[in-house]
């Protein structure tokens, strides 16, 4: 190594350093200066720039986030999980056939809930603090029935994506009381409650996109009468809202329900 030259400038912090093999280990040779090596693609890699992150839509079936990607920022939303009977693929299968049929092709959600909360954005220190303050003000309440039977479509509020979903009939008040005190806890860190009036429903499928049109009139009332007609759809929209969820990032607290 006695005599190379340096290759390239990197910080003190990523760079490998070579040395003279004359001189004890350890030890800096007299009179030379490390020098820098080029570091390995590799290794520059398993240290992103958190301000440089890119969207790559292509990954997640051409959905936009509604947030920038901020290093130590967390997307949050509160929700009841809907766990559906195993049948209730069936039924979701017949929807996305005749939407398909219809010229609107439809992906299906990974899972199923009922919104509390719009997705707001947390702090990593905020989350316990935020957490606590949902289990504090929700630990007395019951869990109640809901009936998820009215066929809508949906748009995000950046008109970006349309979604396919159940409206909740049975057990909007409930629903409501919850949001209330979810909103006080969101208050609390000054982020943004719920929305006025809400139509609280169960997501079943979505497409990038507004295409509410191609969804109106008859194609609706198409989607409900395979609702209204199926074997056992009475018992596949009625579930148990026994436990309010907070997902924040890939963390998500149960609070269960009395």
């Known amino acids: 190594a006695g005599g190379g030259r340096c290759v390239g400038r990197f910080p003190v912090s990523l760079a490998l350093v070579e040395y003279s093999s004359s001189g004890s280990e350890g030890e800096e040779p007299p009179g030379r200066q490390p020098c820098p090596l080029p570091v390995p693609e590799s290794i520059l890699n398993m240290f992103p720039d958190g301000d440089q992150y890119t ?8 959905r936009v986030r509604s947030f920038a990607h901020e290093r130590g920022h967390w997307a949050t939303y509160v929700y009841v999980p809907v766990r559906p009977r195993e049948e209730f693929s069936e039924l979701l299968d017949d929807l996305l056939s005749v939407a398909g049929r219809n010229g609107l092709h439809l992906t299906k959600m990974e899972e199923f809930h009922i919104s509390q909360s719009q997705t707001v954005i947390l702090r990593h220190h905020w989350i316990e603090p935020f957490i606590q303050s949902l289990r504090e003000r929700l630990r007395l309440v019951n869990r109640f029935l809901c009936i998820a039977n009215r066929l809508k479509v949906y748009t995000n509020q950046e008109k970006t994506r349309t979604f396919l979903g159940l409206e909740v009939t049975v057990g909007q008040q409930q629903l409501l009381d919850v949001v209330s005190e979810v909103d006080q806890s969101l208050q609390e860190f000054r982020l943004e409650t719920f929305y006025q009036n809400p139509s609280f429903h169960v997501s079943l499928a979505w497409c990038v996109g507004d295409m509410v049109d191609l969804l109106q009139g008859t194609v ?35 609070i269960p329900l009395r």
Do not use: P, W
Request: charged share 40%; net charge negative.
């Open 220 to 254: 609706r009332d198409h989607l409900q009468r395979v609702v209204d007609d199926f074997d056992d759809s009475e018992i596949l929209t009625r579930f148990y809202a026994d436990e309010i969820r907070c997902k924040a990032g890939n963390k998500v607290f149960s």
């Open 55 to 62: 969207d790559d839509t292509t990954r997640h079936g051409g």
